[in-house]
């Protein structure tokens, strides 16, 4: 079946820091990839996403491409402050039963970013 | 604004009761669903429904039950058959078709406390 596996945690970093949190999937069909990110006691967010090969998504300072061939979606920015402080996940979904919506999402574990002054 | 909304966000159940959390969203989307998330994992898919009086089992629906009668509703009710209730539920909605079916909105989700 599908899975996401993200790089483990917590990654604590500096403000100004540079940002990676690693993401690759296994999937048999063509998912499309995303980027949630969730603040303490709060629902998810979507943070970015990208639906086929090569697509960039990006949103607030953060980017992500889907890379068929590596079947990765890394994480990035370039320079993180403390509000970014949050837990991340990575999520692929595919059609629920045949139908035209996604909303079976696959997440991985979460990666814990705490951002220190 | 358009969005989903959850409620109560804090609830706390007896052993042997059963509980419903509330899932309402006015953003015209055809399909819902349901998560759980425990500590320091992802989310697991409970129930999704597609479309109204319809709805599939996911990945964990064993000690909970849903329904859609309404477009915009989709109660979760966990039954004392669940054996681990404890964790954060959060519901979600998508339009159908692209681009909206491809997004995937959150409530703010509800804590539920077995005690």
């Known amino acids: 079946g599908d899975s996401v596996t993200q790089m483990e945690g917590p990654v604590t970093l500096s403000e100004e820091a540079f940002l990676t949190i690693n993401c690759t999937y296994t999937?048999?069909?063509?998912?499309?990839l995303f980027w949630y990110v969730q603040y303490p006691g709060e629902g998810l967010q979507l943070l970015l996403k990208a639906t086929k090969a090569d697509d960039k998504g990006s949103n607030k300072g953060f980017e992500a491409t889907y890379r068929k061939e590596t079947t990765s979606f890394h994480l990035e920015k370039g320079s993180v402050q403390v509000s970014d402080s949050a837990v991340y996940f990575c999520?692929?979904?595919?059609?629920?039963?045949?139908?035209?919506?996604?909303?079976?999402?696959?997440f991985g574990q979460g990666t814990i970013l705490t951002v220190h002054p | 604004d358009g969005g989903i909304t959850q409620s109560p966000k804090y609830l706390f159940r007896k052993e042997g009761q059963n509980v419903t959390l509330s899932c309402e969203q006015n953003?015209?989307?055809?399909?819902m669903y349901w998560y759980r998330q425990d500590p320091g994992q992802g989310l697991r898919l409970i129930y999704y429904?597609?479309?109204?009086?319809?709805?599939q089992k996911g990945d964990i629906a064993e000690g909970y039950s849903v329904s859609r009668e309404k477009k915009e509703s989709f109660p979760l009710t966990v039954t004392s058959a669940q054996k681990n209730p404890t964790a954060f539920y959060l519901c979600?909605?998508?339009?159908?078709?692209?681009?909206?079916?491809?997004?995937?909105?959150f409530g703010e989700g509800s804590w539920l406390t077995v005690v």
């Open positions: 953003l015209n989307h055809d399909a």
């Open positions: 429904s597609q479309i109204v009086n319809d709805f």
């Open positions: 999520a692929l979904s595919e059609r629920l039963g045949g139908g035209t919506s996604y909303g079976k999402l696959t």
């Open positions: 999937a048999t069909g063509y998912p499309s």
């Open positions: 979600a909605s998508t339009g159908t078709g692209a681009p909206s079916g491809n997004t995937i909105y």
